[in-house]
């Protein structure tokens, strides 16, 4: 049964002349992939820095694990990995000496073994002996990825993580992040390019001015929002599944071949309860697919405005 | 944690080698090697250098290679700490190694010990060099020890200093800015090298006094100029080299406790109240203690026959003003951003006035002046009924003129917000500088007199008891008290406005 690894409990953070974080509060649990969206300026940054304890939290707390990052600080550090949306490299390291700088300052245990893991889970062994300005935007970025797996954090804050990269460096880092989440990893990941979110995430909290609008799984944020998406497609008895959707209260229905769209108000539940009402009357449904579940989608309806 | 573990440590050495050690050595190697083969070339044929001892070449030959040795470890050594830390900063590596579990303290000694290694292999060249000079030349070898653990200690104060400046300022070369009141203070203290307390914490009057010879003591014109005696605090003789140390060690330790704390949150205020007044008291009572045994008690009475009249009568007037120069400096470093001390109240819940003036520098400076008026007292002590008013109105000025400083240093960030340097700046030139300008346009003395600067310094240089002078003083200081109930009135308004004010949400998109 999962457990809540990160809670953060009415954080607030004030700067000069503008409170960036207003009362949030989110809980992530064991595993859990969450997505944190917003506009920019919407405060994603700035709750990932007060999260691992970069920025000054003016009220609130937060917890990893257990511990409190305004009491134990030293614990919360060795079970969080912070990735900024920059990549922090010592130029005129390699990239193993650089490893081995936050190896030893983390204490890990043999050192050169997890260094070793880490570099090929981040596909950079080839690369172990370049200079860290020798790299490409991506390759630091992995690397600095790399640097964040190296203590085996239980929890993993990564602020933007493709920011700056090419569409190939970007297709690369998509694939390490889902073999994180493979591996079981509870991650909190901030962007504002949802694409690179869809298909990631099991969770999302969305954030506007500071504050957070809603939270939780996608499936009870795709209902939150309202009306799903839908498209199905069949391959037989046109007619009959035309009358079961309307039976069933769909609306904007529209007929694309063998198939159809339509938006859908009604819960999981139901959408499910239509889809065998469907299969049992016979029609052979080859295709369902629902974009409630997107995270687009989900952001648009939220109400969050300013995506880039 | 053992500095040879230290991760950050052992990265700056890497960072230092990997660019080359080399060369830096070979050029201390070879400007160190000029210098000792001068020294053997004399010693080969004496009649070829006007030296009229080999002591006296190597003291030249030696002081030569010392003063390369400051140049590389001082101020060498000061640019690449605070330039290391700055860079590292901007380039979130900083951040990075905070996020660590390694504690504040390992953070700050890798980068103190670790980013100035070439400067340091440099100055340990130079420093070999420097004996050999010594033992050919037969100098004792207690000058060399002596002025190498000045150096040593010096480099490792100003290391503290630099470390401080790269966490404080965004550009590295803004870290200067640490050193300029020291440089300034510097120009005022070879006219009294024994009583100026900036020549025992940057420690040139140590590294001197190691060079003079013991039997020419009393060839000095004046005791005001003698680099040979022990200075005197409160008339007791201390060892040059030990008061240097004692004062780096002192003042280090401070630097060392704020730049752990810059370390560990960067968002707390550079100096605590308490170590602002202990800093400030420590400078304060050795620097009056220095000086103490000119008066003995007994100001404006002389005791030593040989202080020349205009030497005896600026002494006081100048340490009263280097006095007003620290405190507006600690004032300046303890002073709280406005937006601090908001988000304390909104934090708390006590978004009143009494938390406002418990955090401000208003509080400190009246803490300040106890602190200065309790140091300067004892120069009075045996003559209060004859010279207490001088010492009234000295330190009547140091109350207007901290209260004025920390009044308008917090009125214009309130008021001006990222523009109020500019503001404070031309405050106090229309406050301390333009009186005199206009006294001199006008030749005017009692325009000069307007300024901020003027009672105190007045008050402490006449050794006459002239009633009249002191009531024009008095005059004078009670105008500048208006002033300051002005900028208090100003000052609680702002701050009342400040903490009404409802917090603003980040702004719509």
């Given amino acids: ?308 | 944690m053992n500095i040879t573990e230290n991760p950050i440590f052992l990265t700056q050495k890497r960072l230092t080698h990997r660019t080359g050690v080399l060369a830096a050595v070979l050029i201390a190697a070879l400007i160190g090697l000029s210098l000792l083969s001068g020294l053997i070339a004399y010693l080969a044929d004496p009649k070829a250098l006007t030296f009229r001892s080999p002591q006296e070449a190597g003291k030249v030959f030696y002081g030569w290679v010392i003063g390369v040795e400051i140049l590389v470890l001082i101020l060498g050594g000061f640019s690449k700490i605070s330039k290391v830390l700055a860079d590292d900063r901007k380039a979130g590596l900083w951040d990075s190694n905070r996020l660590t579990p390694l504690k504040p303290a390992a953070i700050v000694a890798g980068y103190w010990l670790g980013s100035a290694l070439r400067e340091i292999y440099m100055g340990a060249v130079l420093a070999g060099i420097g004996l050999v000079i010594v033992v050919l030349a037969k100098l004792p070898v207690m000058l060399w020890l002596g002025t190498q653990i000045l150096i040593l200690s010096t480099t490792l104060f100003f290391g503290l200093l630099a470390s401080l400046a790269g966490m404080a300022f965004q550009r590295p070369q803004s870290g200067i800015i640490l050193l300029l009141p020291l440089f300034f203070l510097q120009t005022f203290s070879f006219a009294f090298p024994k009583f100026t307390i900036i020549n025992f914490l940057l420690p040139i009057y140590g590294i001197v006094n190691l060079f003079q010879d013991p039997n020419q003591a009393a060839n000095d014109y004046n005791d005001f100029r003698n680099w040979s005696d022990w200075p005197g605090i409160f008339a007791l003789p201390v060892p040059p080299i030990l008061l240097s140390l004692g004062l780096q060690f002192v003042m280090g330790l401070f630097l060392w406790r704020v730049t752990v704390r810059k370390t560990a949150n960067p968002f707390q205020p550079l100096l605590l109240r308490w170590e602002a007044i202990a800093i400030f008291a420590l400078l304060v009572v050795v620097q009056q203690g220095l000086i103490w045994g000119i008066w003995h008690g007994r100001f404006p009475t002389v005791f030593a026959s040989d202080h020349k009249f205009y030497e005896r009568e600026s002494l006081l007037p100048i340490v009263h003003g280097g006095t007003i120069l620290v405190g507006v400096l600690i004032l300046a470093l303890a002073s709280p951003l406005p937006e601090r001390v908001r988000v304390e109240a909104l934090r708390t819940g006590l978004g009143n006035l009494r938390l406002v003036f418990s955090r401000s520098a208003v509080s400190l400076a009246l803490a300040l002046i106890a602190v200065a008026a309790a140091a300067s007292l004892p120069h009075f002590i045996f003559s209060f009924g004859h010279s207490g008013k001088a010492w009234a109105l000295a330190v009547g000025n140091l109350f207007v003129f901290f209260l004025m400083f920390s009044l308008l240093l917090e009125y214009c960030r309130l008021r001006f917000k990222r523009r109020a340097l500019g503001f404070v700046a031309l405050w106090l030139f229309v406050l301390c500088v333009l009186p005199f300008i206009l006294a001199g346009v006008f030749s005017s003395q009692a325009l000069a007199k307007l300024s901020f600067l003027a009672p105190g310094t007045v008050a402490l240089a006449g050794s006459g008891s002239d009633d009249l002078k002191y009531l024009y003083l008095v005059g004078w200081t009670f105008i500048h008290f208006c002033v300051v109930v002005l900028l208090f009135v100003a000052w609680r308004r702002q701050w009342k406005l400040l903490l009404a004010t409802p917090s603003p949400l980040a702004p719509a998109r």
């Fill in chain 1, 1 to 308: 049964m999962s457990h809540p690894v990160l809670t953060i409990e009415h954080l607030r953070v004030d700067f000069p002349e503008v409170v960036a974080v207003n009362d949030l509060s989110l809980i992530v649990e064991a595993g859990d992939v969450c997505g944190l969206i917003g506009p920019n300026g919407a405060g994603k940054t700035t709750t990932m820095r007060a999260v691992s304890g970069l920025q000054e939290c003016t009220r609130g707390s937060v917890k990893v694990d257990g511990y409190e990052l305004a009491r134990e600080p030293e614990e919360l550090k060795r079970r969080l990995g912070f990735m900024p949306d920059f990549c922090p490299v010592y130029d005129q390291l390699t990239a193993t000496e650089f490893l081995d700088h936050f190896a030893r300052a983390y204490d890990v245990p043999d050192r050169e073994k997890r260094i070793e893991g880490c570099l090929e889970l981040t596909w950079l062994t080839e690369k172990r002996d370049a200079l860290c300005e020798e790299l490409s935007r991506g390759m630091k970025q992995r690397l600095v990825l790399a640097k964040t797996l190296l203590p085996d954090p239980q929890v993993l804050l990564l602020d933007e993580p493709a920011s700056g990269l090419d569409p190939l460096g970007r297709i690369e880092l998509r694939k390490l992040l889902l073999h994180l989440r493979g591996l079981g990893k509870t991650v909190l990941i901030s962007s504002h390019i949802l694409t690179e979110l869809s298909g990631f995430c099991n969770k999302a909290a969305i954030m506007e001015r500071g504050k957070l609008v809603m939270s939780g799984t996608i499936a009870e944020l795709g209902q939150k929002t309202g009306r799903r998406q839908m498209s199905v497609k069949w391959r037989n008895a046109d007619d009959q599944a035309l009358q079961i959707l309307k039976g069933a209260g769909v609306k904007n229905l529209e007929t694309a071949g063998q198939g159809a769209t339509f938006e859908f108000d009604g819960d999981a539940d139901a959408l499910d309860g239509l889809l065998k009402t469907l299969v049992v009357e016979g029609v052979r449904v080859t295709e369902w697919r629902g974009s409630g579940d997107d995270l687009e989608q989900i952001f648009l309806q939220s109400g969050a405005k300013e995506l880039m």
